[in-house]
């Protein structure tokens, strides 16, 4: 049973630049939620995706973006990076059903270095 | 608001020792409350969950936590430290949105050293 997946595993960008990011949930899951976390830092949530549509935001500017495909796996794109989006990214994935108590499963994350 | 307060943000023990990593959270609801670990340069992995069935709470690799309402914790422990238990552990509270979806809201984390 193949766990939540992204790619790249790390990218070096360019400040100005543009990035995508992707990641593929767990078989079966159907939500996917993207989180920054910075070095020394707790995770923090950015978006979360269910059938196509964001559902709910965190606290980040609209040069953070993503989708969903019709096959759950999904993409956070970030532009006009900043030397401060710096930060490993994680994907979790999770299957909408008690939407309060379902459990979030991470991937291995994307380091992403803006210089 | 949902917030969560980890205690310590480093906490070293000898092998074979216990292990305590303290939690406190801020919640206006019942909420679900989970401990992740993170070993160096690897993602999140889950060791246990509570949800409001029983409020001692047995996860993974000998990890339990217990919920305790009336002092708003959910400290971590372990009866005896591995060396491979040294890594990053996050207590996470759930937090509801527009249209009652969850997401989590991390601590700063606690990073576990063990001894030999």
């Known amino acids: 049973d193949a766990g939540v997946t992204q790619s790249p595993t790390h990218l070096i960008k360019t400040r100005g630049q543009q990035v995508t990011l992707r990641c593929s949930p767990k078989s079966g899951h159907d939500t996917v939620s993207w989180y920054q976390q910075a070095l020394g830092q707790g995770p923090q949530f950015i978006f979360q995706y269910y059938e196509e549509e964001e559902r709910q935001r965190g606290n980040f500017p609209d040069r953070f973006s993503g989708h969903q495909f019709p096959n759950y796996s999904s993409e956070l794109n970030v532009n006009a990076l900043l030397l401060g989006d710096s930060a490993l990214y994680l994907c979790a994935s999770s299957l909408v059903g008690t939407a309060y108590q379902e459990t979030q499963y991470f991937g291995p994350g994307t380091r992403l270095l803006v210089l | 608001a949902q917030s969560v307060t980890q205690l310590d943000s480093h906490v070293s023990v000898s092998e074979g020792t216990p292990v305590l990593l303290r939690c406190n959270y801020s919640?206006?609801?019942?909420?679900?409350l989970f401990w992740y670990v993170q070993h160096p340069n690897k993602g999140l992995q889950l060791l246990l969950k509570?949800?409001?069935?029983?409020?001692l709470v047995k996860g993974i690799n000998g990890f339990e936590a217990e919920f305790k309402k009336s002092e708003t914790s959910f400290h971590l422990t372990k009866p005896s430290a591995h060396m491979s238990d040294a890594a990053e552990y996050f207590c996470v509270v759930t937090s509801l949105g527009v249209g009652g979806y969850n997401k989590l809201i991390f601590g700063a984390g606690t990073r576990l050293a063990v001894h030999p």
């Open positions: 919640s206006s609801y019942s909420p679900s």
């Open positions: 509570y949800t409001s069935a029983a409020t």
